[in-house]
Every structure is written in C-alpha cells, then in structure tokens.
C-alpha cells in the first residue's frame, strides 16, 4: 500500500488503481458485513461488478474499432506524384 497521501494519489490516478481500490472496498464490506447482508445482496453486488466490466470493454471494443478504423483509412489513401517544372 501506499506510505504517504501521495503515493496515494498517485495509485489512484493508474489506470487500474481505482479498480484495485473498489476490489478492495468489496473485500473488506463482505469481511466486516458478511453475516449483516442477505444472500441477495451480495447476489447483486456480483452482477453489479460484473456490468461494470462489461461496460469498460464496451470502451476498449470502441476505442480498438476507431484504431482500426484509421488504419484503413490510411492504407486507401493513395500518393498522387505532382510533375513540379
């Protein structure tokens, strides 16, 4: 973990650094609230996590399909020589 408030914020701003944080919020909650919580809860907090994922690779399928995108784009173009006299 970190050693100052730095450091801290510096693991938040990694791209997985908020991911881990939320990772471990969930851990310690089930830990200190296991008993407290229905089943269903944590049924709920499963699935929940599980749409969050699923909407992070909606961005990254996004954000790979514009790549390619322009990639195409760039091999159609064509250079056109122009006779300079």
Known sequence: ????KS???TERERPMGWLQLL??????AKASMGG???AEFWEHMRASHKEQLLAM???I?????RIEER???????????IAVQ
């Open 57 to 59: 690779r909606s961005l």
């Open 7 to 9: 450091e801290a914020a």
């Open 23 to 28: 990772s471990e919020i969930g851990r310690t």
């Open 36 to 38: 407290m919580m229905p």
């Open 61 to 65: 399928d996004a954000r790979i399909a």
């Open 71 to 81: 990639e195409a784009q760039a091999k159609e173009r064509k250079v056109t020589k």
């Open 1 to 4: 973990m970190a050693e100052n």
